[in-house]
Each structure stands twice: as structure tokens, then as C-alpha cells.
């Protein structure tokens, strides 16, 4: 065990909401309502309400666990706990690949985002996407008060514009285009519900940092219900303008709905005000991963399911500033893949995709597991099992990179599992 000090208790319920937004609140709520619009038109509004009531139970379930024993590592230790040290070690894994893989993709979004309101070549593009990761990394090295901070102080800024916006957008909105309802059918809703799943991922996020709340007990179901609610109606309210005034049918407004509707109060500075607010809505979103998924590898060294030398705090900040440098860089290899293989963005979101659902899976299983003492709470873990496994199929041949994760992490979970027997034998002869 390292002797390094304890991380620090400092997120109190404020914190928690802004973690929770951050995580699930990405760049999905710029492009995803247009998308789903001229999937499903008007109807789309009952899949976006579908899935933000059906994400309560994602969020509890996770919510319930890390209240009932907060822990560093968030599923990790629930897995570790619930099915042994080796389903422990798969899970920290996949969550390292997830990070390592998601971060560059999403950031890439954002440095497209750029391209279209300034001249970038396809190396500064790139560049762009590294400065994205790298200033995720300078904050969180920095230690979880600084991050926090950042973190409140962003997201608070982004809901205001999208909320600021959506308003100002209300005078377009014609009760005619609401008809007809179904112009596709009812099972286009179904269609349109499984491509905007990926929108409410995340809120397994902030249980990596359980053992930083002041009082998890209290705060993170409280948290839970807040954020819920808070990104239920921005993305129910942005879906409403978006298929009311209709932008999602013409011109830009069906790639982006959210950048003609900000065209509408800012003019020709709309281009450079959608850049800016995907910049740092992908940045909030790199930040809050970051932190989240540093605590898991921190530990999981600590248990010996990834590498010792990643178990170290800063004596000053109390980071994970190994864990943090590892993510870092390994990500850095990551752009660098991307960019040398010409890897396309809808490949490069569909294999975290694929790793966060098998990690959804897996967490969802052990709140089965762990939660017995409630019904409700085995209820609500349960339909977040069945809801992961109905979509998990979809990411098709792309979830390679998940099972070959699964069979490193299993290799070294046995490699590790050895070693730690035949220290503990040296040490019973020694004595």
C-alpha cells in the first residue's frame, strides 16, 4: 500500500451537479436533435423524454452504489467487490481503453467545430485536439479543488448560452410544424432512441470520485435527481426548438440545428460563437473524464490491477499525477493513431461507445448484486442492465478493441495475481 497522503474530501453537492452535467452533457446536444428530428420528425420528442426518464435509473443505480461505500475507482471497486479481483482488473481495463480512445475522438469534434469558423489544415486540426487534451491534463494536474472550480465555473457558463439560446428561439417556434407527428412511423422512434443513447452516457463518471465527497451518503442522490432533471429539459427543450422552428429540415440547421438557431441572435458571429462553445463543452467533458477516470487507475495500481508505479498522490495537490501523466500521454498515442491512419470520426466514437456499454454491463451487474436489500434499487439496476445489453449488439465488429482489453486485463490480472503470491510467500519465510 502506498503511503502517499488521502485524496481530498472537497465535493459537496454543487460540485456533484456540475460533475454529473459535464459528464453526459457533450457535444451530442449541438448536432443529435437534428439528427434524431429527420429520423423520426416531431416524434423524436418522445424518444428524447423516453431516454432522459429511462437515464434515472443509470444515475441511481451508480448513485446508490458509491452512497452505500465510497470509494476511490467508482465500478472498478463495485466489480472488484461484487465479482472478484480479476472481474476488477477487466473493468479498470476497459475503463483506461475507453478514456484513451474517447478523449481524442471527442476532442477531434471540437477541432472540426474550429475548422468551420477559421482556416485550419488537417495537421493544426490535430494540433488543436492535442492543446483540447493537454489543457484537460494542466487542470487536473493541478488536484480535484482547481479542477472543481473549472469545472463549476464552465459548465455553469455553457448551460446558461444553450438556455440563453433556446429562449431567444421560442418567437420561431410554429405549432405547425409539429404535424405530422409520425411522419415516418412509430418505429422510427425506436431508431432515433438508439442513436441518441449515446447522449445520456456518463453518469457513471462522477462515482470515480466517490471518496472525494464531503458527504456521498447525502449528496450523491441528491445530485443525481438534480442533474437528471437539469439535463432531461436542456435536451427536451433544444429538441422542441429545434424540430418547432424547423432548422433541423434546411440548410446548416441539419447538421448543426443548434448553430442556425444561435445564428439567429449572433448573425455572421454565430459560425465563431458555435466554435468557441463546442471548444469548451468538449473541454469540460475531457475534464471531468480525466478526473474520473484517474481515480480508477490510481485505484486500481493501488490494488495491483494495473501497474504499481501509476500508485503514487502529489504530497501537494493530492492528484493521481501518475495515473494523470499515463492517461495523458496514452491518449497522445491515440491522436497520433488517428491521424497517421486516417481513422474516420464515426469509428473513432463507436469504439469507446462500444467499452462504456460493456462497462455499463458490468456495472449494472454488480448493482444487481450489491444492492439486494433494496428492490427498487435491484429494479432499477436491472433495467439499466437490460436497456445496455439491447443496445450493445449495434456497435457490431467495432467492439474488437473492447475484447482484446478484456483479454490484456485478464493476463495481467493473472501475472499479477502471481507475483503478489509469491511476495506474500518470501515474506511468511522471512518471518
Given at each position: 500500500m502506498s503511503s502517499a497522503p488521502a485524496l481530498r474530501k472537497v465535493i459537496t453537492l454543487r460540485y456533484a451537479v456540475a460533475l454529473y452535467v459535464s459528464s453526459v452533457l457533450g457535444p451530442s446536444i449541438l448536432v443529435m436533435p437534428g439528427l434524431a428530428a429527420k429520423i423520426a420528425g416531431p416524434a423524436s420528442l418522445i424518444a428524447w423524454v423516453g431516454l432522459s426518464l429511462a437515464s434515472f435509473p443509470f444515475a441511481y443505480t451508480f448513485a446508490s452504489l458509491s452512497s452505500r461505500r465510497p470509494e476511490s475507482g467508482g465500478v472498478y471497486s463495485f466489480t472488484k467487490e461484487a465479482?472478484?479481483?480479476?472481474?476488477?482488473?477487466?473493468?479498470?481495463?476497459?475503463?483506461?481503453?475507453?478514456?484513451?480512445?474517447?478523449?481524442?475522438?471527442?476532442?477531434?469534434?471540437?477541432?472540426?467545430?474550429?475548422?468551420?469558423?477559421?482556416?485550419?489544415?488537417?495537421?493544426?486540426?490535430?494540433?488543436?485536439?492535442?492543446?483540447?487534451?493537454?489543457?484537460?491534463?494542466?487542470?487536473?494536474?493541478?488536484?480535484?479543488?482547481?479542477?472543481?472550480?473549472?469545472?463549476?465555473?464552465?459548465?455553469?457558463?455553457?448551460?446558461?448560452?444553450?438556455?440563453?439560446?433556446?429562449?431567444?428561439?421560442?418567437?420561431?417556434?410554429?405549432?405547425?410544424?409539429?404535424?405530422?407527428?409520425?411522419?415516418?412511423?412509430?418505429?422510427?422512434?425506436?431508431?432515433?432512441?438508439?442513436?441518441?443513447?449515446?447522449?445520456?452516457?456518463?453518469?457513471?463518471?462522477?462515482?470515480?470520485?466517490?471518496?472525494?465527497?464531503?458527504?456521498?451518503?447525502?449528496?450523491?442522490?441528491?445530485?443525481?435527481?438534480?442533474?437528471?432533471?437539469?439535463?432531461?429539459?436542456?435536451?427536451?427543450?433544444?429538441?422542441?426548438?429545434?424540430?418547432?422552428?424547423?432548422?433541423?429540415?434546411?440548410?446548416?440547421?441539419?447538421?448543426?440545428?443548434?448553430?442556425?438557431?444561435?445564428?439567429?441572435?449572433?448573425?455572421?458571429?454565430?459560425?465563431?460563437?458555435?466554435?468557441?462553445?463546442?471548444?469548451?463543452?468538449?473541454?469540460?467533458?475531457?475534464?471531468?473524464?480525466?478526473?474520473?477516470?484517474?481515480?480508477?487507475?490510481?485505484?486500481?495500481?493501488?490494488?495491483?490491477?494495473?501497474?504499481?508505479?501509476?500508485?503514487?498522490?502529489?504530497?501537494?495537490?493530492?492528484?493521481?499525477a501518475r495515473a494523470l501523466i499515463a492517461l495523458f500521454l496514452s491518449a497522445m498515442v491515440s491522436l497520433v493513431v488517428y491521424y497517421f491512419l486516417n481513422v474516420d470520426l464515426e469509428t473513432a466514437l463507436l469504439i469507446p461507445s462500444g467499452t462504456a456499454i460493456i462497462v455499463y454491463v458490468i456495472g449494472s451487474s454488480a448493482g444487481i448484486k450489491l444492492l439486494r436489500d433494496s428492490r427498487t434499487k435491484v429494479l432499477f439496476a436491472g433495467i439499466s442492465l437490460a436497456i445496455s445489453l439491447a443496445i450493445l449488439p449495434f456497435v457490431g465488429v467495432l467492439l474488437g478493441g473492447s475484447l482484446v482489453t478484456v483479454l490484456v486485463a485478464l493476463l495481467y490480472g493473472a501475472y499479477s495475481k502471481n507475483k503478489r503470491g509469491k511476495e506474500l510467500k518470501v515474506a511468511l519465510k522471512k518471518e
Open positions: 465479482f472478484g479481483f480479476h472481474a476488477g482488473v477487466v473493468t479498470s481495463w476497459l475503463f483506461a481503453f475507453w478514456f484513451v480512445t474517447g478523449a481524442p475522438a471527442v476532442t477531434l469534434i471540437a477541432a472540426s467545430y474550429l475548422g468551420y469558423a477559421f482556416p485550419l489544415s488537417r495537421p493544426e486540426t490535430f494540433l488543436a485536439a492535442v492543446a483540447i487534451i493537454a489543457s484537460a491534463f494542466a487542470v487536473n494536474i493541478r488536484g480535484i479543488v482547481v479542477s472543481s472550480k473549472v469545472q463549476l465555473a464552465v459548465i455553469v457558463s455553457i448551460v446558461a448560452l444553450l438556455v440563453a439560446t433556446t429562449f431567444s428561439s421560442l418567437n420561431k417556434v410554429h405549432f405547425t410544424n409539429f404535424s405530422p407527428f409520425f411522419p415516418d412511423g412509430v418505429l422510427a422512434v425506436g431508431t432515433a432512441a438508439s442513436l441518441i443513447f449515446w447522449s445520456y452516457l456518463g453518469y457513471e463518471n462522477v462515482s470515480n470520485v466517490a471518496d472525494e465527497f464531503e458527504n456521498p451518503k447525502r449528496d450523491f442522490v441528491r445530485s443525481i435527481v438534480l442533474s437528471v432533471l437539469v439535463i432531461g429539459a436542456l435536451f427536451v427543450s433544444v429538441s422542441f426548438v429545434t424540430i418547432g422552428t424547423r432548422v433541423y429540415a434546411v440548410g446548416a440547421g441539419s447538421v448543426a440545428p443548434f448553430a442556425a438557431m444561435l445564428s439567429n441572435v449572433l448573425g455572421s458571429y454565430a459560425a465563431v460563437a458555435i466554435a468557441i462553445l463546442t471548444v469548451f463543452i468538449i473541454f469540460n467533458v475531457g475534464n471531468v473524464y480525466m478526473t474520473g477516470m484517474s481515480r480508477v487507475v490510481y485505484a486500481a495500481s493501488r490494488d495491483g490491477a494495473m501497474p504499481r508505479l501509476l500508485d503514487r498522490l502529489d504530497p501537494k495537490t493530492r492528484a493521481p
